[in-house]
């Protein structure tokens, strides 16, 4: 019952789309020569500037345009234009492409990377091993470690350095003994 049930659907189906096929071709050639011999709808008007175009072409136009102003030729022979270009400036042949805005940089203080370490840095600006090194230091011991030590130290500005130490916190790795891991159990939730 059920594989009849589906034969029948898929017949209906069949003839669905032959019916819409059918009413969809219905009189498909008379339709098309109604719609061919409708009246063209009006084109719209056309900007003035096209116009413009179309004038230029007539003679009296070139004829205008070709003729000679005395007047406007004496004004021009009037004017006198006096240039003088800027004086030349050598520049040195060493460089290239140098960055325009020199930069003063510092030394960092190098980490354990050697070759992969930032060697220098603009003042006022730190790498990445030295703001980890400094946050640190500052976590272990911030008595010696102040603020105003840290500005000094890698040429930072006081109101950076807070912010750094405020907002910037290492991670704390803790590693638990193997005797102490099996004591550790799940807690329930």
């Known amino acids: 019952t059920g594989a009849c049930a589906a034969q029948a659907v898929a ?3 069949a003839m669905g789309g032959q019916l819409t096929r059918a009413l969809r071709n219905f009189n498909v050639e008379s339709r098309a020569r109604r ?3 409708k009246k063209k709808p009006r084109a719209a008007p056309r900007h003035a500037t096209s116009r413009l175009d179309e004038l230029a072409d007539t003679p009296e136009i070139k004829e205008e345009i ?3 102003d005395n007047r406007l030729l ?3 022979k009037e004017v006198y234009v006096e240039s003088r270009d800027p004086a030349v400036r050598v520049k040195d042949g060493g460089g290239g492409n140098l960055p325009c805005k020199q930069e003063e940089k510092r030394l960092t203080k190098l980490g354990h990377l050697g070759d992969l370490d930032v060697k220098k840095v603009s003042k006022g600006k730190i790498s990445i091993v030295e703001a980890l090194t400094l946050l640190n ?4 011991h911030p008595q010696i470690w102040t603020a105003e030590k840290i500005a000094a130290e ?3 500005e006081l109101k950076d350095v807070n912010s750094l130490l405020e907002f910037f916190i290492p ?3 803790q590693e638990f003994p193997k005797e102490t891991r099996k004591a550790i159990k799940p807690t329930d939730r």
Do not use: D
Request: net charge positive; glycine share 0%.
């Open 137 to 140: 230091n500052h976590k272990l």
């Open 66 to 68: 070709s003729r000679k």
């Open 11 to 13: 017949e209906a189906a």
């Open 171 to 173: 991670f704390a790795v």
């Open 35 to 37: 719609e061919i011999s």
């Open 154 to 156: 890698y040429s930072l």
């Open 74 to 76: 004496t004004l021009l």
